[in-house]
């Protein structure tokens, strides 16, 4: 009899331990499926060219060219890398120095980084809105003396797309350039309304 009792207590406790280890690996591939499941994850590639007629000095218009890159997540999240440089002159004598004769042209660069978000991907036509920010760089030279300031831009953006082909698409938007201690030139005057004309060439 205690053989027979000895007998079936080793065989439920084996049960037991099949029962609860075969719990403990579905438990455990539960838990884990979503992590390495990456279907619903996707990863696309493209690059852009704009062109912007933008707003500067307050009264005064003037064209910067723009080229990025960006990667895009799922088709709808968007992180980007971004450079302008400004491309016609603009004369800022009056605003640095006003007693002077000469012509003074400004040169102005930005670079950073933006995040948006793309409604209707899956459309004929998109929707992007958009927020940059990042570094700024003025220079202008007088009188053989040269001068210059780094400081901060922050734009905000929207974008209407037209999703020519699956490869190629192109648009316009509207955004607005807001520069943080410029110092060299009043943050006003180098903050203004743009205009964008794009390409955009890649996968999305």
């Not at 990456?38 to 009264?59: C, H, M, N, R, W």
């Not at 890159?69 to 004598?93: A, C, D, E, F």
């Not at 831009?153 to 490869?167: E, L, Q, R, S």
Request: glycine residues 8%.
């Amino acid at each position: 009899m205690n053989k027979l009792l000895r007998y079936a207590f080793l065989l439920l406790a084996a049960c037991s331990y099949y029962v609860a280890d075969a719990q403990l690996m579905k438990e455990d591939t539960t838990a884990n499926e979503p992590f390495f499941k990456a279907t619903k994850f996707d990863s696309k590639l493209y690059v852009g060219f704009e062109a912007i007629p933008t707003q500067i000095l307050k009264t005064k218009a003037a064209m910067n060219l723009g080229m990025n890159i960006n990667w895009v997540i799922n088709h709808k999240y968007v992180l980007s890398g971004r450079y302008t440089m400004l491309t016609t002159p603009v004369n800022i004598q009056k605003q640095v120095f006003p007693d002077l004769s000469d012509t003074i042209n400004l040169k102005y660069h930005s670079a950073g980084l933006g995040f948006s978000y793309i409604l209707f991907h899956d459309k004929k036509f998109s929707f992007q809105p958009e927020l940059s920010g990042g570094w700024a760089y003025l220079k202008y030279e007088v009188n053989g003396g040269t001068w210059f300031r780094h400081f901060g831009v922050i734009t905000p953006a929207v974008y209407g797309i037209y999703n020519a082909t699956k490869y190629f698409r192109f648009g316009v938007g509207l955004n607005y350039r807001a520069t943080i201690k410029a110092t060299l030139l009043k943050d006003s005057d180098l903050s203004g309304l743009g205009g964008v004309v794009f390409i955009r060439v890649g996968t999305f």
